[in-house]
């Protein structure tokens, strides 16, 4: 399909190279909530695909992928993309270290009277990290996925952390296209 694309492209055939964007955009959805487990296959060639036109919307998915460890020829990219793939990995293992503050809630806001708990609530998040080492965006689902009142989380603590995790996932997601470049 990729050559179909091109080809459309090239020779502006405006039909065959909607089709090619339609299903690319269906393979490379757009959300951060359709990430799976595994990095999709060919993200290096979407990467290539996404800079045509119709095609733009795909860079975000496809960056993140080959981010979070698609490693799909890595040898064989424009240098640029892999300056552009550098910098994302770099920017969302900072996005990690900040994670790590947010999965915490200090019990001295006053908040959380009843827990009965001193201190801090704290997640161990430390095999979560191992897991993700590039892909906060599945590390916040895992830590949202966590059984908070094992944990030792209130209601009130847990309620406030999972919206400030949620709120960092979306940030995140969105700050990606500052960080390629759209």
Sequence with gaps: MALI???????????YETFCASILSRLYVDDYTQITEQPLDHARIAVELGKLPKSTPILRRAFYDLARGAGDLLGTMASGDLIILLKLQKKLIYAWNNLSTSSSYPRSSGK????GHGGRHR???TNIRK???FDPLL???AILNKDWPEAGFCQTAETEVKEKLNSQRSEIW??????IGL
Excluded: T
């Design 5 to 15: 694309y091109k080809a459309a492209n090239f020779w502006r055939m405006d039909r």
């Design 112 to 115: 959380c009277n009843d827990c």
């Design 123 to 125: 997640l161990n998040i």
């Design 131 to 133: 897991k993700y080492p």
């Design 139 to 141: 590390a916040i689902q």
């Design 174 to 179: 969105n700050s990606i296209n500052v960080w």
